[in-house]
């Protein structure tokens, strides 16, 4: 037996009905908000990562699926959504061609993180990136989307926090007062934040080691007066749209693209992987990566958590709603057919084996979870009918000529 890799797992009903339900409350969401559906290459060019997300980034240095392949071309398992959607924009002048710059992905990113409880080496993001505009608007109906999203989806008891990291000019005045600070407490700091302080000061306070100290004793950034007014707007216009938040000026997300507006969604029930949904600004990233200067920003969740978070919430109902038997030798053609004229009537039916015996197929429908089993026996053979045994305790079992049972399963159905 050969198993799956650590880290790499099945999905499995009725987990997999919690990640469908959430994808659909997301094209529900999302349309309302006229984002339309980009659909990326799992597998690109290595160079795409490390020249976007970062290559001091943890997910860039440490954790990329990064190989070369069979024809010498360097590439890597996406680990995040971002850099393919600004390299898709680009190739494919969305700019000029698309409706509004505004898109939504879904699928699995890869990071060869320590496997535990809510981290996997495979997972499944939702993102959704808008691209073009730079008002604080977009700031907060991206933000107001991820927090309806949430709410449609079921994920109640949320906090949603915000900072701004600033422009190119905040970030580069803030840089070398941090880069002061850390540079005198290098003793002080992790093996990896001591390596890249130079590269990359801002990373340190993202560290999980020394993040946390950092925080409290760190300088606190400060914003210039457009970012200022900018990162002001669009709590007004959170506050305008009923978004909950909280501002927190020492969050500053792991990957090298951002700036200015940087949020976090998390949930206190996920234990120490709490983060539901990471975003933030990238207003130089389609410039630098070839594209026209358009700013954008962007987020993306993460289902496997988001999945913990319904756990308690009921599984929505996928037992077959009729279960069709074969009570008789001849009678599987007959039985076959009315499990189809059943289905083309939009009444979700199921069978096990028209050969078993009727007590094993009586067991099948029990453990379907069906309302209703159909029985097609000798007598109803002859007769042109089936009979409707109602699966719970008491029901009282009828027949019905079989070109009506589907109108009166449907109309039983109706009254359960
Ligand atoms: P990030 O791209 O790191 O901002 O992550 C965005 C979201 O993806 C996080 O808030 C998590 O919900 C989810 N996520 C990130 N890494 C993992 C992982 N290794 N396993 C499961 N979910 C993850």
Redesign the pocket.
């Known amino acids: 037996m050969t198993n799956s890799l650590r880290g790499f797992r099945d999905i499995l009903p009725p987990d997999s009905e919690l990640f469908a339900r959430i994808e659909a409350a997301a094209r529900v969401v999302f349309g309302l908000y006229g984002y339309q559906e980009l659909r990326i290459p799992t597998l690109e060019q290595k160079e795409l990562f490390v020249k976007s997300t970062g290559d001091t980034t943890d997910?860039v240095e440490k954790e990329m699926y990064a190989f070369t392949d069979g024809g010498g071309r360097e590439v890597a398992l996406r680990p995040?959504g971002t850099p393919g959607v600004v390299r898709a924009y680009i190739q494919n002048n969305l700019a000029q061609t698309g409706r509004n710059g505004k898109y939504f992905y879904l699928g699995s990113?890869f990071?060869a993180?320590r496997p535990q409880a809510?981290?996997?080496?495979e997972?499944t993001?939702i993102g959704a990136e808008y691209i073009g505009n730079p008002a604080p608007a977009a700031d907060a109906e991206s933000i107001s989307m991820l927090v309806r999203f949430l709410e449609k989806a079921g994920v109640a008891e949320c906090s949603v926090v915000i900072n701004s990291l600033g422009c190119a000019e905040c970030r580069k005045a803030y840089r070398e007062i941090l880069l002061g600070f850390l540079r005198g407490k290098a003793e002080k700091l992790c093996e990896p934040c001591r390596g890249r302080i130079e590269r990359n000061p801002l990373r340190a306070l993202d560290c999980k080691t020394d993040g946390p100290w950092l925080t409290s004793e760190a300088p606190k950034r400060a914003l210039c007066p457009a970012c200022e007014t900018h990162f002001s707007g669009t709590q007004r216009l959170l506050s305008a749209a009923a978004v909950a938040y909280q501002v927190n000026t020492s969050l500053v997300?792991?990957?090298d693209y951002y700036t200015g507006t940087v949020f976090?969604v998390r949930s206190g029930a996920l234990g120490s992987?709490d983060?539901?949904?990471?975003?933030g600004r990238y207003d130089d990233l389609v410039k630098s990566m070839g594209g026209p200067a358009a700013p954008a920003i962007g987020w993306?969740?993460?289902l496997?958590?988001m999945a913990m978070l319904l756990k308690d919430k009921p599984a929505p109902d996928t037992a077959p709603r009729a279960f069709v038997i074969a009570a008789a030798k001849e009678a599987g053609d007959r039985a076959f057919a009315l499990l189809t004229a059943l289905r083309a009537d939009g009444i979700s039916a199921d069978f096990s084996n028209f050969e078993l015996s009727l007590k094993s197929q009586m067991r099948s429908a029990g453990k379907s979870g069906a309302a209703f089993a159909l029985l097609i026996g000798e007598d109803e053979l002859k007769a042109g009918t089936a009979a409707v045994k109602p699966m719970k305790e008491g029901g009282e079992q009828f027949t019905v000529p079989l070109a009506e049972a589907p109108v009166k399963i449907k109309e039983l159905l109706r009254g359960i």
């Open positions: 997910i995040e990113m990071r993180e809510g981290r996997y080496r997972f993001q997300r792991g990957l976090e992987q983060a539901v949904c990471g975003g993306a969740v993460g496997d958590r």
